[in-house]
């Protein structure tokens, strides 16, 4: 498996990594995927106590548990030969609505609009004034 590179910190454990890495390709959050990997491991779902008992070490001391890293294991292989769909997870697929539609374009203008207004301006104030010599 090709490692990836890592640009801001470079002190990850693998097993952390490896939890980051598959909650965010199944587009999951961590505790979400300890919940799975548990339900797997063990038969049952777990209540959210007992997953919490697993959960804080990891987040404060890097501690994944073996399931977790045996989850891990299991969605890398399925991932490596292209066959990691998060139905198989029991993750259900959200569709975006027509509501998240309408508030994804309207974000997208309100964004695109700020910019435009913040170049003008700059260049305006550019025009204006001189900040940085030499000005002609």
Known sequence: MRTRKRHFDENIPDDVQGVLDISAVLGISEFRLFEIAYRLWFGQAGDEATIEGYFTPYMFNDVVPPWVRHFIARAREHQSKGRLDP???????????????????????????????????????????????PCY
């Open 87 to 133: 139905a198989n997870f029991g993750i259900p697929r959200r569709y975006a609505s027509a509501d998240d539609i309408k508030r994804g374009r309207l974000f997208a203008l309100t964004l695109a609009t700020a910019m435009i207004v913040l170049l003008l301006l700059a260049q305006l104030a550019a025009d204006k004034y001189c900040l940085f010599p």
